[in-house]
T-cell receptor
Framework: QQPVQSPQAVILREGEDAVINCSSSKALYSVHWYRQKHGEAPVFLMI?????EQKGHDKISASFNEKKQQSSLYLTASQLSYSGTYFCGTEEKGSGNTGKLIFGQGTTLQVKP | DAGVTQSPTHLIKTRGQQVTLRCSPK?????VSWYQQALGQGPQFIFQYYEEEERQRGNFPDRFSGHQFPNYSSELNVNALLLGDSALYLC??????????????FGAGSRLTVL
């Protein structure tokens, strides 16, 4: 079952913060976050493997609540380059660590000057 | 180091025809997954190949088939094309890393239009 992302779209000014949420009805082994710009391949941002784990990438960080099957992506002090569509990809427990990801519908982020 | 390369980048077919898409994985990666991405949607898992065999399959009909070669490259074949098969087809390669995780590297995709 496809995870649900919220919000569907967000518009920010440079320097503002944003949070993107991803919620699944399945028990999860991992959550992966990707960013895709128009006409380009999805680009890997980070992976979260354990409950409560947080990871960071520059000013982008994420958390994973294994018990609630939820993950959140935090973008702080947004830059123009952050614009794009963000996807969470969930790997269900029992999938054998194969990297079979089920992606959410995406959250479109637009950062304006 | 070349990443994941896919060919062709764009193609147009008519209903009922067959198409073959190709993918060369990133160096060092042994697993290839195929995804279908409709406009405005997230990628949908088609299937995954590992050790030249289909390891996992998503909810796609048998018209979708694939192959993995000894050099880890892969093909996706779609028979009896339907208008609804029009989409961006993404190939992703990976390997099981020291953290026991497969992190996907995507290619730029093959844009298929069915008329």
């Amino acid at each position: 079952q496809q995870p649900v992302q919220s919000p569907q779209a967000v518009i920010l000014r440079e320097g503002e913060d944003a949070v993107i949420n991803c919620s699944s009805s399945k028990a999860l082994y991992s959550v992966h976050w990707y960013r895709q710009k128009h006409g380009e391949a999805p680009v890997f941002l980070m992976i979260l493997l354990k409950g409560g784990e947080q990871k960071g990438h520059d000013k982008i960080s994420a958390s994973f609540n294994e018990k609630k099957q939820q993950s959140s992506l935090y973008l702080t002090a947004s830059q123009l380059s952050y614009s794009g569509t963000y996807f969470c990809g969930t790997e269900e427990k029992g999938s054998g660590n194969t990297g079979k990801l089920i992606f959410g519908q995406g959250t479109t982020l637009q950062v304006k000057p | 180091d070349a990443g994941v390369t896919q060919s062709p980048t764009h193609l147009i077919k008519t209903r009922g025809q067959q198409v073959t898409l190709r993918c060369s994985p990133k160096s060092g990666h042994d697993t290839v997954s195929w995804y279908q991405q409709a406009l405005g949607q997230g990628p949908q898992f088609i299937f995954q190949y590992y050790e030249e065999e289909e390891r996992q399959r998503g909810n796609f009909p048998d018209r979708f088939s694939g192959h993995q070669f000894p050099n880890y490259s892969s093909e996706l074949n779609v028979n009896a094309l339907l208008l609804g098969d029009s989409a961006l087809y993404l190939c992703a390669s990976s390997f099981l890393n020291s953290f026991r995780a497969n992190v996907l590297t995507f290619g730029a995709g093959s844009r298929l239009t069915v008329l």
